[in-house]
């Protein structure tokens, strides 16, 4: 079970431990649900390094795929993420970055009312 | 065909009768939707359902009808908030053995024109999934799910 854990892990890291790759998450964000030809247009990267790219991504569940006829449409899936939020940020950080922003709420509130 | 707006996927190491008692479970539900959150319905092609909060006069915060209901395998839900019903929209649950794991894929479509439900749940679906993936592999959906609707 842990190692099925790591094995997972890993390949999120992994995956997200490249430029290229986060580029083409950002371009799934913008646009979800585009096809390998679409993701290559206006990108520096050559056809097959795109499909290398999304191959890995794939793989790491960090985008998902369905079969529209014959053209394989590219979504942006955030739920591995989410799982890294709550492991390494939501567990540790979350009563603090609460405290921020309340600190934050009570200061605007404040200066409004002077105002 | 219009292309479908959202799709997430998660895999899962649990049976896929175990997956769809997690959805269509109200005591299961619950203990990862977030907020108490829970589906209420016969679960036959046709019938109504609803999300609903918890205590002795629940609320609705979603409803529909069940599209299509293949136990342990697909279903299918129309989608609304019960304020706006005219905001439609078609919620997919695919189930499917992976492995030693079970795929679940859930696909968000069919939005009317200018919906303003893609964004109300676009936020809150990897919440939903990732919590549903924790209950059934440890027993205990995430604390986080729960602090928000």
């Known amino acids: 079970m842990v190692a099925y854990y790591v094995q997972q892990m890993d390949a999120v890291f992994k995956a997200l431990a490249d430029t290229s790759r986060r580029k083409l998450l950002d371009r799934l964000y913008e646009t979800n649900g585009q096809t390998l030809t679409e993701l290559c247009e206006n990108l520096d990267m050559t056809r097959q390094a795109v499909t290398k790219h999304l191959r890995l991504l794939e793989k790491a569940n960090l985008v998902a795929t369905v079969w529209r006829g014959r053209e394989k449409l590219h979504y942006l899936n955030p739920v591995p993420l989410h799982e890294i939020y709550e492991r390494w940020i939501g567990k540790y950080d979350r009563p603090r970055l609460q405290a921020l922003s309340d600190l934050k709420k009570s200061l605007e509130t404040t200066k409004e009312e002077k105002e | ?149």
């Open chain 2, 1 to 149: 065909m219009e292309k479908p707006k959202l799709v997430y996927t998660t895999y899962i190491r649990t049976t896929p009768e175990k997956l769809w008692a997690a959805i269509t479970e109200p005591e299961f539900t619950r203990q990862y939707w977030g907020g108490g959150m829970a589906n209420i319905s016969d679960w036959k092609q046709g019938s109504p359902w609803r999300h609903v909060t918890r205590g002795d006069q629940p609320e609705t915060y979603i409803t529909g009808q069940v599209l299509e209901c293949v136990p342990a395998k697909r279903l299918v839900l129309s989608w609304a908030d019960p304020d706006d019903l005219a905001d439609k929209s078609r919620v997919i649950f695919e189930i499917e053995p992976f492995r030693e794991m079970v795929c679940l894929t859930v696909t968000h479509d069919d939005f009317t024109a200018g919906s303003t439900m893609v964004g109300k749940v676009s936020g809150g679906w990897p919440r939903v999934l990732s919590s549903l993936k924790s209950f059934l592999e440890t027993g205990k959906g995430l604390d986080v799910a729960c602090d928000h609707k």
